[in-house]
């Protein structure tokens, strides 16, 4: 008998905050369109965008360093 594996749960941090521009949430780093899409991806999907979402996190932390930096002059 083969166990299934569990299936993913969703990244959300209950910190929600959409960005206005990029319409991505800060507090996950997912877009609108797979927060609202999540319970119908498929595992390979939501596999790919939960490793995805280190590499945004770092983005989003680079793109607000680089601002700061600019007002700062």
């Known amino acids: 008998m083969s166990e299934e594996a569990a299936p993913i749960p969703s990244p959300c941090r209950r910190e929600c905050q959409l960005h206005p521009i990029e319409k991505q949430c800060l507090g996950c780093f ?4 797979e927060i609202s899409r999540w319970i119908r991806l498929s595992e390979a999907e939501r596999t790919r965008i939960t490793a995805d979402l280190p590499a945004r996190r770092a983005a989003r932390a680079a793109r607000e360093e680089m601002l700061k930096t600019r007002r700062m002059r």
């Not at 997912?30 to 369109?33: N, P």
């Open 30 to 33: 997912r877009t609108i369109d």
